[in-house]
């Protein structure tokens, strides 16, 4: 069974449960732009960040709205 979440928290909560493997897809991001790229590799271990916002700006949703998004989430 594959599941994905993006709640950090259940990382904690199933780190020692044996029948669980915590990884993450790498990524590279630009420093200058925040361009997020996914490298279709696993990694051990929960993802470092969340990279929503990235990903709703690649699929094209307005500005103004991953703008409003951020700024809720800080």
């Given at each position: 069974t594959l599941f994905?979440?993006?709640?950090h928290a259940l990382t904690s909560e199933f780190?020692?449960?044996a029948n669980v493997a915590i990884k993450h897809m790498a990524v590279l991001v630009d420093d200058e732009t925040g361009?997020?790229?996914f490298l279709y590799k696993m990694r051990a271990g929960a993802s470092p960040s969340s990279y929503?916002?990235?990903v709703?700006?690649?699929a094209g949703l307005p500005r103004s709205l991953t703008d409003a998004a951020a700024q809720a989430s800080a």
């Open positions: 994905s979440t993006h709640y780190s020692t449960c361009e997020v790229t929503g916002l990235a709703a700006a690649m």
